[in-house]
């Protein structure tokens, strides 16, 4: 072997290595992330899941005339409750923040609150179902749907149960 400094590392070594430097082409270390497509797919998850839970919420409210809000069984305070029963004459009052009204069903009146405007072809003596929760003998509500149309009424007819009497007249 020989001590000359040119010859170390070349091929003609006697190991047989080839220890020069090798040129490789530039790659980045870091891998690019999709991060739109992560971003997107976290609004739709989410999305999906304020869809879902909207519905399972709206699907467990249990459904109570006012008569028998403290009669039939699930019908109880503070439980979410869909109320059905008809806007008294007379007891609609609205601040603009706020609507205060009663709501009847064969002879039972139960106050309700709602927060807003309830608008549409919401007003006296029209039957309503009131979503929310009864709280300390008030109903407070959050969404209020309307009688349609006379249409629906004869489309379903055990769907819509009448009151026995009351105040209004039952053309409205």
């Not at 349609?148 to 819509?160: G, L, M």
Request: proline share 5%.
């Amino acid at each position: 072997m020989t001590d000359d400094p040119q010859r170390i590392g070349s091929s003609d070594d006697e190991s047989g290595l080839d220890l020069s430097p090798r040129s490789t082409p530039a790659v980045s270390s870091r891998k690019r992330r999709p991060w739109g497509a992560i971003a997107v797919l976290v609004v739709v998850v989410g999305a999906g899941f304020v869809v879902i839970t909207k519905f399972l919420t709206s699907a467990v409210d249990y459904y109570c005339n006012v008569d028998e809000i403290g009669q039939k069984d699930g019908c109880d305070d503070g439980r979410r409750l869909r109320v059905q029963g008809i806007v008294d004459a007379g007891s609609v009052a609205d601040d603009g923040t706020t609507t205060v009204f009663d709501v009847s069903f064969n002879g039972e009146t139960i106050p309700v609150r709602y927060d807003g405007d309830p608008g549409g072809i919401f007003k006296e003596c029209i039957p309503v179902v009131v979503h929310g929760v009864l709280k300390d003998g008030t109903f407070l509500g959050d969404r209020i749907e309307v009688k349609h149309s006379n249409e629906y009424e004869a489309e379903n007819p055990d769907r819509v149960d009448e009151p026995e009497d009351g105040e209004c007249s039952q053309s409205a």
